[in-house]
């Protein structure tokens, strides 16, 4: 039987504890015991500290706009329940003080760089986003923590880490940020299993289970048929609902084996969108936009709202909008049974299932923080954040799996997307073209053009940004020191 849903809390999830345990603290050199370091007790080595690190009662602090500190309460969710516990065996077995910081969020991002340089930082740990991030670089505010998780003992190769945030994050030989946290669903097929019974469409999990195609052209077509008007013309009942329209556009692209921006052999960056992959990706959502009408785009409310009432056959969105899908359904007495989830579709030329994102929530210490306090930060955070001894990762996953879904089927899709890292970054933040990217993929709603007519406009630009981004500068300078 899958566990009863517990209310939302989207708005801590980055926040909440998503991974557990102990950290991978071990064989570094002893820090010294001048300017304030650690030091080690050995008579204090745990399954937590194994190496006996005493912070002697300082603070690390880690802050974000999306912690809310009024909901960091038991009872909120299965994570918080257990993040509140391990900040209290954290502290205990590191002598240390763990503060999580709630910050405005213009004075966040608005000011993130300049307050770092002025040597006064939001906290020790920070969360940012991947379109932020890449300014924050630039600027020298962020720390590369390629040689200080060496010296930390942390392998951020290892299964405990984000690969996908790291990938995200890594320019050539530099990793400016990190993620223990459990990775969450990005673009997510939710679907009403009502509607698809009413329209005689086979349940895509099914399909798939019978080695049968849940791809673009099964896809479009389901969408064509979901949609139903009444007697003005007016539509009354949706195909595909997106609350992200530039993330799905840039996942379809992935899921047919294209890319947004390519490594060139010089190593220097090209834009992907003329490729033909990409193109004919781009293809299928300007078709369901524009010819089938299939595919509209929806506020989170709205969306949460149709999905499970049964005015929107299929959802493409983030898995805290899953969270407001089912409040809507519980304050409505609707059964979470009737929709699950599914994988986003695959394109013809694509190989595997992918869960398209803009890249994970990078969490990344300040150039400002003395090095010592630098490490202490990643050694805390590290130990908030490792693998449950209780549990195994599948377990845990599979715990959130049972929160999020009522179904068997797609708790089991749910696993298997986080479990097995099906997450794919597209490198649009980091690579200089957020914002170009999401104009780009609104001029196709409404009929701006044709798939190469539109890219083709917007790629001279979209090159220019490319070559002045961060990303692009770092590596250049990356090889001209190797050369």
Known sequence: MMKTWLKPAAAILAAALL?????????????????GSASRDASKTSTLNPDGYDFGGKTVTIASTYIKLDEMVPGVNVDTDRLLKRIDEVEKAFHVNVEYKEVEAANYWDNMATTIMSGEPFGDVMEAVAWYIGSWIQAGAVRDVSRLSKEAGLDFDDSTWSRVTKESVTYGDAIYAFN??????QVGCLYNKKLFQAAGL????????????????TFQDYARQLVKYDSSGEVMQWGVGTTCTDMVLAGMILSNGGQVVNMGDDGALKLGLTDAKALAAIEVYNTMFNTDKSLYTFDYKKAAEFLPSGKLGMLLCEEWVVEYVNQYAQENNLSREDYGLTYFPIGPSGTDYLDPRIGGNPMFIPTSLPDEQAKMALIIYAALYGPDETLSREQEIRLRAEELFADEESAKVYTDIILNERARQNDICRSGIFESFQSMAKSFIG??????SIVNGLAPEMQALIDDSPYSAILKAQRENKG
């Open 19 to 35: 991974m557990t345990g102990a950290a991978g603290c071990g064989g570094q050199k002893e820090p010294t015991s001048s300017g």
């Open 180 to 185: 223990r946290k459990r990775n969450v669903l």
């Open 202 to 217: 086979t349940d895509p999990n099914e399909l798939i289970a019978q080695n049968k195609k849940w791809d673009f052209a």
């Open 447 to 452: 009929g701006g053009g044709t798939p190469s």
